[in-house]
């Protein structure tokens, strides 16, 4: 299982690696890097969802993406920060949270991955 967050990382960290590739791609081959970057990023999200809850992964891929992103935005493009956009990043951290602790929840035994009692 440790094995499974170590994709779940992995594919987070890639999609801010072809993201940021979004931004400062100028020539044919920074794309080709890109698309590579992208069909690692899904082989390790695919990877991740093999034995974990897939709407768990997702919703950690996405909100470290989004944040991520809106990181790179304000300390590297110099885009701006203000405390709105604060609220919102630290209600996405607490709803990925909330996910990942409702599927550790002793009731949710058996209901992952289509296993129903």
């Not at 690692?40 to 997702?58: E, I, M, Q, W």
Request: proline share 2%; hydrophobic share 55%.
């Amino acid at each position: 299982m440790q094995k499974d967050w170590i994709y779940v990382g992995l594919t987070s960290l890639f999609e801010l690696f072809w993201i940021y590739g979004f931004n400062v791609a100028n020539t044919w081959w920074h794309w080709i890097i890109i698309v590579l970057m992208i069909a690692t990023d899904f082989h390790f999200l695919s990877k991740a969802c093999r034995n974990l809850p897939t709407g768990t992964v997702y919703a950690i891929f996405a909100g470290i993406g989004t944040i991520g992103t809106t990181l790179m935005d304000i300390f590297i493009f110099g885009g701006e920060f203000n405390m709105l956009k604060a609220v919102f990043m630290f209600i996405l951290l607490l709803g990925v949270i909330g996910l990942k602790l409702a599927d550790n929840n002793p009731g949710s035994e058996g209901k992952e991955k289509g296993v129903h009692a």
